[in-house]
C-alpha cells in the first residue's frame, strides 16, 4: 500500500523515468574519439555536435545526472536520429548506440509534451500506417487522386508546399502509385513448393509492403516455391511493429509482436521469412522487446530465433531453380544496402551473392554505400528537410554507377528513392532482389519488358 511518504509508482530520475532508462553503463563505454561523426547521416547533413551519436549520447548522460531537462531542445536532438545504426558498426570501442536510443525514444514518447500539430501526425500515423485495412480505406481516394491526374497536376503547382504543413506535404511526396492490387491480399493461405519440399516457412506481408508493393511479395513467393520451399501464410496477419518500434512506442509495439507471435504459434515452420529489412530487424528484437513480459518472453525468443530475411535464408540454403539471363547484354546492377539490413541484421555478401548466380549480372558498387538513404521508417514525413538532402545524396550515388537497374530490398528505401530518381528526372527502374530472381526462373526478359 502506498503511503503519503512513499515515493511515486513512477519516479522520475533526472528527466528519464525509472521504466528502462539509457543504461549509464552503456553511455560510459562512449569515449568521445568521434569515428561516429563521418558515418552519421544527420550529423553530415545538420552539421551539429548535437545531432551525432556522441553528442546525443551525451546529453543522455546529461540528464541521467540531471544537468539538463528533457525538453523540446534536447527531444528534437533525439528526434533527428534516423536509427540507421552505422556508428554501432563504425565504433571501435563497441558503443551500444542502438540499445541506448531504442531506451531513449520511449522516455521522449512519455516524458515529452510535443507541440498539437506534432501529437495530430503521430496519431494518424500510428492508428493508419501499422494496419493495412485502414491504410486502404485512407488509399482508396487518394487511388483517385492518381487516376484522375490530379497528383501530377498539384505536384507540378507546388500548390501542397504551400498549403499544407511540411510533414503533410512529405508524406504526399512519397506517395507511391497505388496499383488495383493494393486494396486485397490475393496470396493464398499455404503454397505448396514446386517439386520436392525441402523446408516449410512462413511469411509476413508486412503492412506498408502488402499495400504499396505488393508485388515484390508475390515475387518472393514464386522465388521460395521454385527453390522447394511450402510457403504457409497466416491471414490474420497484420503489422511486425517496426514503425512504432522505431519511434518509441512502446505499449503498441508489444501489442503488435504478440499478435504477431500468436498468428504464427501452430504454423510449424522451419523458419518465418521477411522481405523487408526494416521488419526483418525488428522481428528478431522481439526477445528484447518483450522481455519483461511473463507470458511472452519465451515465445519470443523462440520467433525470433526463426526469423530469416529471405536473402539469409535462400543464400544460406541454396537455390535450386535454373536461372535464365535477363537480357542478351550483360546487365549492370547497383545493390543498394539498406541501414536495418547491412548495421542491423549484418546481411550484405548474402545478397550479393544471391544476384551473381543470375547469368549476366554485373554488380557495381556505389560510394557512401553505407549512407542512410533518408527514408527510415517514417522519418521522412517527420523530419523531410533532412530526408530529402540524404536522398538526393543516396540517388546522385547510385546513378554515377551507370547501372541499369537499382536493387533495395526494403519497402521504405525503394520508395524514397524512387521519390528522389523521379525528381532528377531518373529512369532507372528499382527492383527487390527478389523480382530479379523471379525474372530469372521464369524466363522473363528485362529487354522485353
Not at 551500444?96 to 531504442?102: E, T
Not at 527514408?375 to 541499369?404: F, H, R
Not at 520508395?415 to 523471379?438: F, G, T, Y
Amino acid at each position: 500500500m502506498q503511503t503519503s511518504e512513499s515515493p511515486p509508482t513512477t519516479q522520475l530520475i533526472s528527466g528519464f523515468d525509472e521504466r528502462n532508462p539509457p543504461d549509464p553503463k552503456l553511455i560510459d563505454a562512449c569515449v568521445h574519439c568521434g569515428f561516429c561523426l563521418s558515418t552519421c547521416p544527420s550529423y553530415r547533413v545538420i552539421g551539429k555536435e548535437t545531432d551525432s551519436p556522441r553528442g546525443r549520447i551525451y546529453l543522455m548522460d546529461a540528464i541521467n545526472e540531471g544537468k539538463i531537462p528533457l525538453s523540446d531542445a534536447s527531444a528534437q536532438h533525439f528526434d533527428s536520429c534516423l536509427g540507421c545504426l552505422a556508428c554501432v558498426t563504425t565504433c571501435p570501442s563497441g558503443v551500444q548506440y542502438d540499445k541506448l536510443i531504442a531506451a531513449t525514444r520511449p522516455q521522449v514518447e512519455r516524458q515529452h509534451q510535443r507541440s498539437l500539430t506534432e501529437r495530430l501526425l503521430r496519431q494518424l500515423i500510428f492508428a493508419i500506417f501499422p494496419y493495412p485495412k485502414r491504410l486502404r480505406a485512407l488509399l482508396a481516394p487518394l487511388a483517385i487522386y492518381q487516376k484522375l491526374g490530379l497528383q501530377k497536376l498539384v505536384r507540378s503547382t507546388g500548390l501542397l508546399d504551400r498549403l499544407l504543413p511540411r510533414q503533410l506535404a512529405a508524406m504526399e511526396s512519397v506517395l507511391p502509385a497505388i496499383s488495383p492490387q493494393a486494396f486485397q491480399d490475393s496470396l493464398p493461405q499455404v503454397i505448396p513448393a514446386q517439386g520436392d519440399r525441402r523446408y516449410r516457412v512462413g511469411m509476413i506481408l508486412g503492412c506498408v509492403q502488402r499495400v504499396f508493393l505488393p508485388h515484390v511479395n508475390d515475387a518472393t513467393v514464386r522465388v521460395l516455391t521454385a527453390n522447394g520451399c511450402e510457403v504457409v501464410i497466416p491471414p490474420t496477419q497484420g503489422c511486425c511493429a517496426a514503425l512504432t518500434h522505431h519511434q518509441g512506442q512502446d505499449a503498441q509495439t508489444q501489442e503488435l509482436a504478440r499478435q504477431t507471435i500468436d498468428t504464427f504459434a501452430d504454423t510449424n515452420v522451419d523458419a518465418i521469412i521477411i522481405n523487408a529489412s526494416g521488419c526483418g530487424h525488428t522481428l528478431k528484437e522481439y526477445g528484447h522487446i518483450l522481455q519483461d513480459d511473463p507470458e511472452y518472453a519465451e515465445a519470443a525468443k523462440r520467433f525470433a530465433s526463426k526469423v530469416k530475411d529471405v536473402q539469409e535464408f535462400l543464400d544460406a540454403v541454396g537455390l535450386t531453380a535454373k536461372l535464365s539471363p535477363l537480357q542478351d547484354e550483360p546487365l549492370a546492377v547497383v545493390y543498394q544496402d539498406a541501414c536495418h539490413m547491412l548495421h542491423g541484421q549484418k546481411i550484405s555478401l548474402e545478397p550479393r551473392r544471391l544476384l551473381r548466380q543470375i547469368p549476366g549480372i554485373q554488380l557495381r558498387e556505389p560510394m557512401d554505400a553505407a549512407l542512410c538513404c533518408g527514408s527510415a521508417g517514417v522519418y521522412n514525413i517527420l523530419q523531410p528537410e533532412v530526408a530529402d538532402e540524404l536522398g538526393q545524396m543516396k540517388v546522385q550515388n547510385l546513378v554515377n554507377t551507370k547501372a541499369s537497374a537499382i536493387a533495395s530490398a526494403n519497402v521504405g528505401c525503394t520508395i524514397q528513392i524512387r521519390k528522389h530518381l523521379q525528381l532528377q528526372s531518373q529512369a532507372v527502374p528499382v527492383m527487390h532482389p527478389m523480382e530479379l530472381l523471379d525474372y530469372s526462373i521464369r524466363g522473363i526478359r528485362l529487354d522485353a519488358k
